[in-house]
């Protein structure tokens, strides 16, 4: 769903900005190649899942999901990824507070639903890391979206191409992590 979602939005700019619609065809196919030979695990997935996409019920304080329409076959932690990265910490103290919080998140979703029960996989640390090998594909989907959007017709070019400009630059943090991501990743997978 991800891939077919990402070149639904790519034929947007096809014809707006061939510059854009270049950059983004050349990222999406390195990122597609890149996550297919990790070979993570899929479930059905939401999508979309943050926390704007998140409502509280009134007095009952259910939570609730809305904005369905990315739902579908995904990569399973990516909306892991996608939930975590709107959290940005600012202190050390924020970020250890974070990291636990996040692995907590984790850990229950590892016991509660796991993708592929019993399996070694399921262990929070391996989910925790596909996450964050995720995340750059999370800013690339985003940018992407926030430039497609940027060319409906009455929208506010600006604010959405600052929108996406942003994310763009947050893909290029988040590759440089990546890599060592993707060092502990193999390292998993050998043991």
Same mark, same amino acid.
């Given at each position: 769903?991800?891939?077919?979602?990402?070149?639904?939005?790519?034929?947007?700019?096809?014809?707006?900005?061939?510059?854009?619609?270049?950059?983004?065809?050349?990222?999406?196919?390195?990122?597609?190649?890149?996550?297919?030979?990790?070979?993570?695990?899929?479930?059905?997935?939401?999508?979309?899942?943050?926390?704007?996409?998140?409502?509280?019920?009134?007095?009952?304080?259910?939570?609730?999901?809305?904005?369905?329409?990315?739902?579908?076959?995904?990569?399973r932690a990516y909306d892991l990824a996608k939930f975590f990265r709107a959290v940005e910490p600012h202190t050390n103290e924020e970020h250890q507070l974070l990291s636990r919080n996040r692995f907590t998140f984790i850990k229950n979703y590892c016991d509660n639903?796991?993708?592929?029960?019993?399996?070694?996989?399921?262990?929070?640390?391996?989910? /925790?890391?596909?996450?964050? %090998?995720?995340?750059?594909?999370?800013? @690339?989907?985003?940018?992407?979206?926030?430039? =497609? #959007?940027?060319?409906?017709?009455?929208?506010?070019?600006?604010?959405?191409?600052?929108?996406?400009?942003?994310?763009?630059? /947050?893909?290029?943090?988040? %590759?440089?992590?990546?890599?060592?991501? @993707?060092?502990?990743?193999?390292?998993?997978? =050998? #043991?």
């Amino acid at each position: 769903m991800l891939w077919s979602c990402c070149n639904a939005l790519l034929e947007q700019l096809n014809g707006n900005n061939e510059k854009l619609y270049q950059t983004y065809s050349t990222q999406l196919r390195h990122q597609k190649l890149v996550l297919e030979a990790l070979h993570l695990p899929l479930v059905l997935g939401h999508g979309d899942f943050k926390p704007s996409n998140v409502i509280i019920l009134g007095d009952s304080g259910e939570a609730r999901l809305i904005d369905w329409e990315t739902c579908g076959c995904h990569y399973r932690a990516y909306d892991l990824a996608k939930f975590f990265r709107a959290v940005e910490p600012h202190t050390n103290e924020e970020h250890q507070l974070l990291s636990r919080n996040r692995f907590t998140f984790i850990k229950n979703y590892c016991d509660n639903v796991g993708a592929t029960r019993g399996a070694s996989t399921d262990d929070p640390t391996w989910v /925790s890391l596909e996450s964050k %090998l995720l995340l750059p594909m999370t800013w @690339l989907e985003a940018a992407l979206f926030f430039h =497609c #959007k940027s060319y409906d017709e009455g929208s506010e070019v600006d604010l959405y191409t600052n929108y996406a400009e942003q994310r763009l630059r /947050s893909y290029g943090k988040s %590759l440089k992590q990546w890599e060592v991501d @993707l060092k502990e990743y193999q390292s998993l997978s =050998c #043991k």
